[in-house]
Nanobody
Framework: QVQLVESGGGLVQPGGSLRLSCAAS????????IGWFRQAPGKEREGVSC????????YYADSVKGRFTISRDNAKNTVYLQMNSLKPEDTAVYYC???????????????WGQGTQVTVSS
């Protein structure tokens, strides 16, 4: 059974950092792309970052470039999202998802985790 479990969310002050983890089970992460998405209250789910399976290419939304870093540890079947210099507008539920091709489009992914809350506030 394919399962993705996010962890690492929490409350952080502006300028702080968090590292989100997306642990996969039921399949081998090596062969699939992983995307991180977020959804703030009253807003649509949006792509934050994704990483390909083939060559590890990474992609970022303009709003997080230079602050967030996506990485994967295939040995642990886990993908990470390191978030630095967090801003209040980064507050959202963060989801990871897996699919065939690395894309920032919600419809490009087949399986989703349950999400983890990130709140940036003083």
């Amino acid at each position: 059974q394919v399962q993705l479990v996010e962890s690492g969310g929490g409350l952080v002050q502006p300028g702080g950092s968090l590292r989100l983890s997306c642990a996969a089970s039921g399949f081998t992460l090596d062969y699939y792309a992983i995307g991180w998405f977020r959804q703030a209250p009253g807003k649509e789910r949006e792509g934050v970052s994704c990483i390909s399976s083939s060559d590890g290419s990474t992609y970022y939304a303009d709003s997080v470039k230079g602050r967030f870093t996506i990485s994967r540890d295939n040995a642990k079947n886990t993908v990470y999202l390191q978030m630095n210099s967090l801003k209040p507008e980064d507050t959202a539920v963060y989801y990871c998802a897996t699919g065939i091709i690395a894309t920032m489009t919600v419809g490009g992914y087949d399986y989703w985790g349950q999400g983890t809350q990130v709140t940036v506030s003083s």
